[in-house]
């Protein structure tokens, strides 16, 4: 058996096409069931649902022997011990800084000025602007980080930006770039020699699907 951990919503949503690829089809619909552990088609294969920032530690601790997750979750909470053959090229987006519409950042950091700085993701922000030679005080948050700028709480946010409706609806605006952000297959170490036979097809299909995401049906 062979068992592969997933986050509810985008991750599990952009992963079914390449389980499909592979002849998996998951047999439960996870925004109505409430079991935790889904059965596919295949009999070898189930999936976990697990929290997004959990999928490495399941992975890390053989709780899970492979699962998908973020760039920014592995970054943030480190990738140590896990095998991370591919770039699934899924749930893609980008970190970045925004500040309140009439924030001036610019010169704001020719300045020096020491910005506050909210979000999630606090292991990213410092080493981006420890590298930029800036500042900052750093405020941790959960979510909404939008929220921050808006009420005085924070000059800047370090969030995940996609479309940027969501930056838009708030009044803020991006104003760097820190990185392009996607999901990567992650496998535990020991799983992978015990389960080879079971877990090397896989990511030679999940390989294939990416480089090919025109045979997708
Ligand atoms: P948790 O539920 O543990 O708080 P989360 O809310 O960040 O985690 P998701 O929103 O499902 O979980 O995000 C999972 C992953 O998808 C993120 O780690 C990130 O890599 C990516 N992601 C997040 N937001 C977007 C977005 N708007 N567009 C595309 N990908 C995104
Ligand atoms: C993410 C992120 C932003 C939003 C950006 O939140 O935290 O708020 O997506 O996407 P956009 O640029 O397309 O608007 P998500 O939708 O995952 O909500 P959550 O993290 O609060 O679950």
Do not use: W
Not at 166 to 189: F, G, H
Request: net charge neutral; proline share 3%; with cysteine.
């Amino acid at each position: 058996m062979i068992t592969l951990a997933l986050s509810k919503g985008r991750i599990f949503d952009e992963t079914l096409p390449l389980l499909a690829a592979a002849g998996i089809e998951v047999l439960e619909d996870q925004q109505r069931s409430r079991k935790l552990i889904l059965p596919t088609s295949h009999s070898g294969v189930r999936v976990l649902l697990v929290r997004a920032s959990d999928v490495a530690t399941y992975v890390e601790y053989g709780g899970a022997d492979l699962g998908v997750t973020g760039k920014d979750i592995l970054l943030e909470h480190g990738g140590q011990g896990l095998y991370q053959p591919l770039d699934l090229r899924i749930a893609q987006c980008r970190m970045s800084v925004a500040v309140r519409l009439d924030f001036d950042y610019a010169s704001a950091v020719r300045q020096g000025a020491r910005l506050r700085v909210a979000t999630k993701y606090t292991r990213i922000a410092r080493e981006f602007f420890a590298d930029k030679g800036m500042h900052v005080d750093l405020i941790k948050l959960y979510g909404s980080m939008e929220l921050a700028p808006l009420t005085g709480l924070a000059d800047a946010i370090v969030d995940l930006v996609s479309t940027g409706n969501t930056l838009k609806a708030n009044q803020l605006i991006e104003v760097e770039r820190i990185m392009d952000i996607s999901s990567r297959l992650v496998i535990n170490q020991a799983a992978l020699k015990l389960k080879r036979a079971a877990i090397r097809p896989l990511i030679d299909v999940f390989a294939h699907a990416i480089a090919n995401p025109a045979d997708a049906s």
